[in-house]
């Protein structure tokens, strides 16, 4: 990689759910979604069937590192 780090190794945090933590978690990248608003249990849903880990506030990531 071009980093040093395997894109298992890497997560990607982002506050879009598609395109951001799905499409990171779809290129092989631990796909972590910054929803801050509490979504609907569907997008909750999508995140679950896509492997992503949801969290509420940049304070939570430390905890997935």
Do not use: K, N
């Amino acid at each position: 990689s071009t980093f040093g780090v395997a894109e298992a190794d890497a997560l990607y945090v982002g506050d879009r759910l598609l395109t951001d933590a799905v499409g990171a978690a779809e290129a092989g990248l631990t796909g972590v979604w910054l929803d801050r608003l509490g979504a609907a249990r569907e997008q909750r849903e999508v995140a679950a069937a896509s492997g992503v880990r949801v969290i509420s506030t940049l304070a939570e990531l430390s905890a997935l590192l």
